[in-house]
């Protein structure tokens, strides 16, 4: 089905491209509506512009890990220094398939996402870029992702990206292909399912650029303290805790602060998208009043910011970070018995506070005593395991409740899972290394890594069983669901 269907899209496809005659059409090209007013209309003198903001940053560290880009949309009079150390951080010697670009609206309130299926090409000066148009057009079988002309016709934030990648890529190769997508709701549900579409694309075969300039309009050293407790909240790769901060900032009476971060929404596609494999960090930070403090009244904020991919399966827990938790698996044991809400000890390292879920198993004399997880990635790795140390003394159905008197006797086991990964292909499945998890509809369900150790099943007869005996879904009903998967470190 997925064939057909593929098929039949690659054919509307060609058709929109034919004219009655059955000719080819002329390609559609996306004019540079900003050249001349963001950036230098002259290809000559844009191309000396760019290479010149590029070159202050020749010496930064190029990365094969990079997953996404956050930059600034101004004219590059103000923010083009800022924006040029984002883009010096890309390792051009990389094939990439694909490039994302993700923008807000500054024209037209969409409530959702447009992205560009009409134009084959986006044009500045310096030449055309290719619109991966296939992709576009599938991002649409999504209700969220509309085409919606006037959101891209006078936009500037995408555009004005794109001379830094023309430059960029132009010694050694084409600028990939872009696909060009502006965001713009403040609906969490709507926001959290546009996420959901692109995440199968945040993969390494593409990159991400997504275009936010800051704080707008404050004074020059409102600007400054703004914009750090904003960057700080994106570095920390959590959406809730960057929501919060440009809620806090909203309500901080800075005089003249419209919005902390135009691209906010796009931000928190990305954030979402990510889980704690990934790292962000901070390259740069100007506003317009390090460049020309002919106001120092009213300014706007930059930041550049890189997002790191981390190895496979980089998760790690240290021999120590595993006592701590076993400690806490037992403490909120012994809380539950003697009445009393659960500890939460400290100090606590950044894998301990990590969101991901865990399962803890109780043993008594070599024979299972409790066994309750929480498969997810919503609350912090410490949280879950007092709370799932509890829950399998007290709440496995299976057995009578933990008594004092046996405390001596039980042996804690946690198994706490990696972030999870989707895959597209059973071929990036193995078996005994990776648990699976499956989610079709509102229906889902999971296989640890160690069940295969239990089974004498292969890897199609364990992805099936997980489907018809925990999601539901029957036996083939993998096939055409979400597959993702994770590692479980047992201790």
């Not at 930064?60 to 951080?89: C, D, Q, T, W």
């Amino acid at each position: 089905m997925k064939v057909f269907l593929k098929t039949i899209l690659l054919i509307l496809t060609t058709m929109m491209m034919m004219n009655c005659s059955g000719k080819t059409a002329e390609p559609v090209v996306r004019l540079a509506t900003q050249a001349g007013r963001f950036y230098e209309s002259d290809p000559l003198v844009l191309s000396r512009e760019v290479d010149s903001l590029l070159e202050r940053h020749a010496s930064k560290e190029r990365y094969k890990n990079l997953a996404a880009l956050i930059v600034p949309h101004a004219g590059y009079y103000f923010s083009g220094n800022v924006a040029a150390a984002a883009y010096m951080s890309i390792d051009t010697s990389k094939q990439y398939k694909r490039i994302f670009l993700l923008g807000p609206s500054h024209h037209e309130w969409l409530d959702g996402a447009s992205v560009n299926t009409e134009a084959d090409y986006y044009a500045t000066p310096l030449g055309n870029v290719k619109v991966d148009h296939e992709t576009a057009v599938k991002l649409t079988t999504d209700s969220l992702f509309t085409y919606q002309p006037k959101a891209h016709d006078r936009e500037h934030c995408l555009e004005v990206q794109l001379p830094f990648l023309q430059r960029l890529f132009t010694i050694t190769k084409e600028v990939p292909p872009i696909v060009p997508i502006v965001i713009s709701t403040n609906n969490y549900e709507k926001l959290k399912q546009i996420a959901e579409a692109l995440k199968p694309y945040f993969t390494d075969d593409n990159l991400f650029v997504i275009s936010s300039d800051f704080s707008h309009y404050p004074s020059y050293e409102d600007a400054y303290e703004v914009d750090a407790r904003t960057g700080k909240a994106v570095e920390s790769g959590d959406v809730e805790q960057f929501i919060a901060t440009i809620e806090a900032n909203a309500r901080s009476g800075k005089r003249n602060l419209v919005t902390s971060a135009c691209g906010e929404f796009p931000i928190i596609t990305l954030l979402l998208m990510m889980d704690s494999s990934y790292q962000v960090k901070h390259l740069l930070y100007q506003n317009s009043g390090d460049i020309d403090d002919h106001d120092l009244n009213r300014v706007v904020g930059y930041h550049a910011f890189v997002v790191l991919r981390g190895e496979e399966n980089g998760f790690s827990l240290n021999d120590d970070e595993k006592q701590i938790l076993k400690e806490i698996a037992l403490t909120s044991i012994k809380d539950s018995l003697d009445g009393k809400p659960i500890s939460h000890l400290s100090p606590l390292t950044s894998h301990l506070i990590s969101k991901c879920g865990a399962f803890v198993s109780l043993h008594k004399h070599g024979r299972l005593r409790g066994c309750i997880g929480h498969f997810g990635e919503d609350y912090p790795l410490h949280e879950i395991v007092a709370e799932m140390g509890r829950a399998a003394a007290f709440e496995d159905p299976r057995f009578m409740p933990v008594t004092h008197d046996e405390l001596d006797d039980i042996d804690i086991e946690i198994s706490v899972l990696t972030p999870m990964r989707r895959i597209q292909s059973l071929d990036e499945f193995q078996l005994h290394k990776h648990g699976i998890y499956i989610r079709k509809g509102h229906r889902s369900g999971t296989f640890l890594p160690q069940v295969a150790d239990e089974v004498n099943w292969t890897k199609e007869e364990f992805v099936s069983h997980c489907a018809q005996d925990k999601a539901g879904i029957g036996w083939d009903g993998w096939k055409d669901a979400e597959l993702y998967v994770y590692e479980a470190i047992v201790f």
